[in-house]
């Protein structure tokens, strides 16, 4: 078997795929034909709920399983970008979701943690643009082997100690009879740094409307931690009122002085924005 070739998609991956591919023919073709003079690297490819939601069984997976389901959905949406002759790298925000996800910033505690929610939301700040290393790209100097893992934000990356194709080729190696002398050495691998994924980043400050008595800022209010990905980075200004769909997530105190504190704060990983209130008045 080849080093490169990925491993084939489970059942639920193929289920998905298909489903996403009925989804993008039925509902989006006239998008494909107007989005042919963007020059933008990066496009937030626009989906709304309403039509997920009645797809195959598109909605339930987005929301028992984003992480896959959105998976699923790129592969599909970059296949038809290349049939369109489309340049930039698609990304996909579902929009519009149902007031049953509805929730205030104020009211959020840690038992809301892993929850997606939408939040109507006042930007407070934002933090300068930034990188971070998504996917991290390896190759094996012995097998030829090229891999990639996944990383997590603000965490430590992955420490890699052997190749993996080495050590099952090193096992059958020792199944076969072979001796110990005749093993590559799995530790002869390198991150191969051209390959490497980085991801633009931005954290946003964000209260809730309810803080909102004038038109100036509030100087002091509570507000929750949001990261923006990809082509919303720098595109929101302090006092813009939006309307948030993210999940919630926890993370460290930004001022922990020690590594094994155990406080945490909640943050929110946004998945898509919408310019204005959908239920407080703007
Ligand atoms: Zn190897």
Known sequence: MSP????????????LLAAWRTFFEANCKADFAALASTEDSVWGFEIQWEQLEKHEDLGLAFMSNMSTCLASGTIVLEEQFSLHNLSPRPVIRVLGFSELNRYHIADLRMRDRTRFLRFDAVVHSTSRAMGWLKRAAYACRECKHEWVEHEQLARARKKLETCPMCLKNAIAILDAGGKREDLPDPRN?????????????????LFDPTSLQSDDLPEDV????????????????????????????????????????TRRILRLDVHSIEEGFSLHED
């Open 222 to 261: 509570p507000t929750i931690m949001a990261i923006l990905s990809e082509e919303y980075v720098n595109q929101f200004q302090p006092g813009q009122c939006l309307t948030v769909n993210a999940t919630v997530g926890i993370d460290h105190l930004p001022s922990r002085d020690y590594i094994r504190d």
């Open 189 to 205: 691998f390198s991150m191969d740094l051209e390959r490497n994924y980085y991801e633009d980043v931005q954290y946003m400050e």
């Open 4 to 15: 490169r070739v990925p491993t084939e998609p489970n059942q639920e991956e193929q289920r």
